[in-house]
């Protein structure tokens, strides 16, 4: 996948030495951005040996907001295993904002499910510049183990020249592992806007990403 290789080889042209939390440096860069079409085929790195299982089920975790990691671990999915609390729960799971923004400390409290709301937008106002899904919620990140790397993302319909309609998502990550995750972002949203899109009947098309720090 060109674009794939595309960001690696900026990190390692343009990235530099830094410090992180884990004690291990990184060579990192700033504002990588690509995108891809998949009216062009699913983006699944063939460069590389990617779980097509895991990258299905741990997005289907987030679109059940549920935090605790049976789901995961039924089906032998073992990403969030060192995140979890005592109880088996991923407290700063995605799916758990993207269903339940803002989160209560009590459980209880209205909230807005982004993801209900986006897919219902997209039925009735398609061309709404309005259409995204946080994450991020400041007081989370400043306590969390770990706080999403995938902060946002935002949903927008194109025409293409006979004025049909076309769905494409862009993701805003604030942090970016090049040679672990991002296969796995790659095909995650790819196959997120594949579901968005069936359930909106509004065709997939491109797929854009920012990377805050890519390294």
Not at 11 to 33: C, E, W
Not at 43 to 58: A, C, F, G, M
């Amino acid at each position: 996948m060109k674009q794939y290789l595309d960001v690696v080889r900026r990190v390692l042209d343009s990235g530099q030495r830094k410090s992180n939390r884990t004690g291990v440096d990184t060579i990192s860069t700033f504002n990588v951005n690509y995108q891809m079409d998949l009216r062009q085929g699913f983006p699944l790195l063939t460069t590389k040996e990617i779980s097509w299982k895991n990258i299905v089920v741990e997005n289907l975790w987030f679109l059940s907001g549920e935090t605790d990691i049976d789901l995961l671990r039924r089906h032998g999915c073992r990403f969030w295993e060192p995140w979890t609390d005592a109880a088996g729960k991923v407290p700063s799971a995605y799916g758990n904002f993207w269903r339940h923004f803002p989160i209560h400390d009590d459980g209880h409290g209205a909230f807005n499910d982004q993801v209900a709301w986006v897919i219902d937008e997209l039925k009735n106002n398609p061309d709404s510049r309005r259409l995204v899904v946080s994450a991020w919620a400041p007081g989370n990140a400043q306590t969390s183990a770990l706080p999403p790397c995938h902060a946002f993302w935002v949903l927008n319909v194109q025409r293409d020249s006979a004025g049909k309609g076309l769905l494409c998502l862009h993701l805003t990550q604030r942090s970016c592992d090049v040679a672990l995750g991002l296969p796995y972002n790659i095909a995650g949203y790819a196959f997120l806007l594949s579901l968005i899109s069936h359930f909106s009947g509004i065709p997939a098309a491109r797929f854009g990403h920012t990377l805050v720090d890519a390294h």
